[in-house]
């Protein structure tokens, strides 16, 4: 499985942006995808996850009602739009597979190389 993340950037506080994670030599259909974030020093925290057939979707606390995660399997792409962007959502996002959406970051594969997001003024 490989996975590759695109979309990310600088924006202002209270922006958008919009992230891509795309699968590369598989069908991204048949798996869970979930969207993880990193800062230096810190573990890597789940933001988001989607399961195959689009009825489980889960949050972290800290984004809900600020992030949805939408995915379209004709174009093997998984989404993260980000709204209301605030200076600690700043970390470098990844995306990954599964065959569920497990709370076990472990349990997750395909990790690409991040996109960095930075939120600041």
């Known amino acids: 499985l490989h996975l590759v993340e695109s979309g990310g950037g600088l924006v202002q506080p209270g922006g958008s942006l919009r992230l891509s994670c795309v699968a590369s030599?598989?069908?991204?259909?048949?798996?869970?995808i979930g969207w993880f974030r990193q800062v230096p020093g810190k573990g890597r925290e789940g933001v988001s996850c989607?399961?195959?057939?689009?009825?489980?979707?889960s949050y972290a606390d800290s984004v809900k009602g600020r992030f949805t995660i939408s995915r379209d399997n004709a174009k093997n792409t998984v989404y993260l739009q980000m709204n209301s962007l605030r200076p600690e959502d700043t970390a470098v996002y990844y995306c990954a597979a599964d065959f569920d959406c497990s709370d076990d970051v472990t349990s997750f594969d395909g990790w690409g190389q991040g996109t960095q997001v930075t939120v600041s003024s």
């Open positions: 989607i399961s195959s057939s689009s009825d489980t979707i």
């Open positions: 030599g598989f069908r991204l259909q048949y798996y869970a």
